[in-house]
């Protein structure tokens, strides 16, 4: 079995910062790319950040400037790194990651961590 869990979601004041983690773990023998997606209260799900196993990384352009994705291959581990933080950010943050466990690769998504932005 393959788990896909995110963390450090909370509340933060316009412009604070957070940082969230998402790692893989269980019967995981490769992890490819990792992404950031996040599903504000309209629920359309839009992509945040992405990061290969090598490093290349894609940041939308809503978030650019202000959000930082890195990654740790030997935790199976990514970070999204979010500095001044706006009201508009406000979402459930959720990971995916492209694993191979042994058989056959697919996509896992975490379950999500709440990230509000509010005075």
């Known amino acids: 079995q393959v788990q896909v869990v995110e963390s450090g979601g909370g509340l933060v004041q316009p412009g604070g910062s957070l940082k969230l983690s998402c790692t893989a773990s269980?019967?995981?023998?490769?992890?490819?790319?990792m992404e950031w997606y996040r599903q504000g209260p309209g629920n359309l799900r839009s992509l945040v950040a992405g990061?290969?196993?090598?490093?290349?990384?894609n940041i939308a352009d809503p978030v650019k400037g202000r959000f930082t994705i890195s990654r740790d291959n030997a935790k199976n581990t990514i970070y999204l790194q979010m500095n001044n933080l706006k009201p508009e950010d406000t979402a459930v943050y959720l990971c995916?990651?492209?694993?191979?466990?042994?058989?056959?690769?697919?996509?896992?998504w975490g379950q999500g961590t709440q990230v509000t932005v509010s005075a």
């Open positions: 995916k990651a492209e694993i191979f466990g042994g058989s056959n690769w697919g996509d896992f």
């Open positions: 269980g019967s995981v023998v490769h992890v490819s790319a």
């Open positions: 990061i290969t196993n090598g490093g290349s990384t």
